[in-house]
Each structure stands twice: as C-alpha cells, then as structure tokens.
C-alpha cells in the first residue's frame, strides 16, 4: 500500500508560481511512476505531468507545457510539481499519483492523494 500525501497549494494572482509537493509512504517508492493530475469543478480529471521511476523522462500536458516543471526526490520519497506563469483556468484540485508507468491515464496509476486546491485569482 502506498499512501500519498500532497501540499503546497493556495491561492495565487495570475503570473504567479507555486510549488507542489508530494510526499509518500512506501519504501519502494523508487519502483513507481508519479503523475500530476487536477480537477476542476464540474470537470473529468486531466492530466498534468508524469515522470519516470528514475525522473529521466517526463511528459507534459500541452496546456502546461513550458510553464511545470515535474521532477522527485527518490531519497526523499517525494515528487514536486513547479508551476509558473499561473493562469485563472489552472484553478483546480491537484493529486498526485503512483503507478508502473508514466502515463496521461488516469487508468494507469494504482495510488491517489487526496488533493491539494489551487486557485489562480485574475
């Protein structure tokens, strides 16, 4: 079992940045993918970024691309998501996930958190 606890959200004005963090439980954390998933209200959840096991290889939405920056801390068993340039329409509830592989499906990842909110103020 793997427990995944996010933090770092908050209200922000447009242009602004944030940093998200995602901490998790398990020993073998090194053995997951994580993905950045939002949600915003009245909307499916999307996909944001994931990374490899090793952070050697990360994926991008297009809406985000340029502004996130994805990137984890094996020996800290932590998992970031940077934005910059926020934007009113980023407004959301962000989760992190794990699973086997660094994928933009939601099907793909076996172990949520429950959410961290951030609002990006016009």
């Known amino acids: 079992q793997v427990q995944l606890v996010e933090s770092g959200g908050g209200l922000v004005q447009a242009g602004g940045s944030l940093r998200l963090s995602c901490a998790a439980s398990?020993?073998?954390?090194?053995?997951?993918?994580m993905g950045w998933f939002r949600q915003a209200p009245g909307k499916e959840r999307e996909f944001v970024a994931a990374?490899?096991?090793?952070?050697?290889?990360?994926y991008y939405a297009d809406s985000v691309k340029g502004r996130f920056t994805i990137s984890r801390n094996n020996a800290n068993k932590t998992v970031y998501l940077e934005m910059n340039s926020l934007k009113p329409e980023d407004t959301a509830v962000y989760y992190c996930?794990?699973?086997?592989?660094?994928?933009?499906?939601?099907?793909?990842?076996?172990?949520w958190g429950q959410g961290t909110q951030v609002t990006v103020s016009s």
């Open positions: 398990t020993r073998t954390f090194s053995n997951y993918a």
């Open positions: 990374v490899s096991w090793s952070g050697f290889e990360t």
């Open positions: 996930a794990a699973g086997p592989r660094p994928r933009a499906e939601t099907t793909e990842y076996d172990y």
